[in-house]
């Protein structure tokens, strides 16, 4: 089978792109750019306000900022006293649900602050964000108890918790902002696997996944927010606004398990 999440596969003769759903095909005499792509795959979904339809072959599952300064005792979070254990809710459900589309064939992409460590490309007001009173860690600067480099590409501060593991397949992308989309690829690799519907998991819920999200739906993506997948150190009130704001203006809401179920119905 040609999963669209495992470019690395062999492709057949010819064929230019990474992913089948896209890609063209090329002879001496001529280029096909109508080359069929694999069949729809449907599933539905019981989500809010609406139940859902997708194509799970055109479908991708965005995971975003479950690290270690945000969900791991002596990351950033910790550091400067916020609550790290709450951003830690998802990963059991993940832990669950990360076979389930893998096997399914739904792409996972995992999107994650990996900055520069120079901070080029960084400008003041996002370094304020960090730092906000001009002292204390900041962006880039090395944790107390470790030495790791807040959110710096390759530090352990920026790595994907110890429990959530990537796997060869899967896609990562480095963000630098609050929204995944801003100055990256995100969007191109989404487009090259042909994706129209994308499932949101991670932290924070009412900041870098709600800003993800939402850029998303602008771009013209079906968007599914996975509740018990995203977790937020903020009030409670935070999460009830984003969650609101998804059905009304944005997308819908499920959870992993309506997602697993929707992923394992399909396939039977």
């Not at 989404?190 to 519907?197: E, I, K, P, Q």
Request: hydrophobic share 40%.
């Amino acid at each position: 089978m040609d999963h669209a999440s495992n470019p690395s596969q062999t492709m057949p003769a010819g064929a230019l792109g990474a992913f089948a759903q896209t890609r063209w095909h090329a002879t001496e005499s001529l280029v096909d750019m109508a080359a069929p792509a694999p069949a729809p795959r449907l599933a539905t979904l019981d989500s809010k306000p609406q139940k859902v339809r997708f194509d799970m072959g055109r479908s991708a599952l965005v995971i975003i900022d479950m690290q270690n300064d945000f969900c791991t005792k002596g990351g950033w979070v910790d550091h400067i006293g916020g609550d790290y254990g709450a951003d830690r809710a998802p990963i059991a459900p993940l832990q669950h649900l990360l076979p389930i589309a893998r096997q399914s064939g739904v792409p996972v992409i995992w999107v994650n602050w990996g900055n520069r460590a120079d901070l080029a490309n960084m400008p003041p007001n996002q370094l304020h964000l960090y730092k906000p009173k001009g002292t204390g860690i900041g962006l880039g600067e090395a944790l107390p108890q470790h030495g790791a480099r807040v959110l710096q590409k390759d530090s352990w501060a920026a790595a994907v918790v110890d429990e959530l593991q990537i796997e060869p397949q899967d896609i990562c992308v480095d963000k630098y902002r609050i929204s995944g989309f801003w100055d990256t690829p995100l969007d191109s690799i989404l487009r090259n696997l042909g994706t129209r519907t994308i499932f949101f998991a991670g932290v924070n819920t009412d900041q870098c996944v709600m800003h993800t999200l939402t850029d998303a739906n602008f771009l013209g993506y079906g968007c599914v927010m996975l509740t018990d997948c995203c977790a937020t150190s903020s009030p409670a009130f935070c999460t009830q606004a984003s969650i609101w704001n998804v059905k009304k203006c944005y997308g819908f809401v499920a959870d992993s398990l309506q997602f697993a179920d929707a992923l394992t119905g399909a396939a039977q």
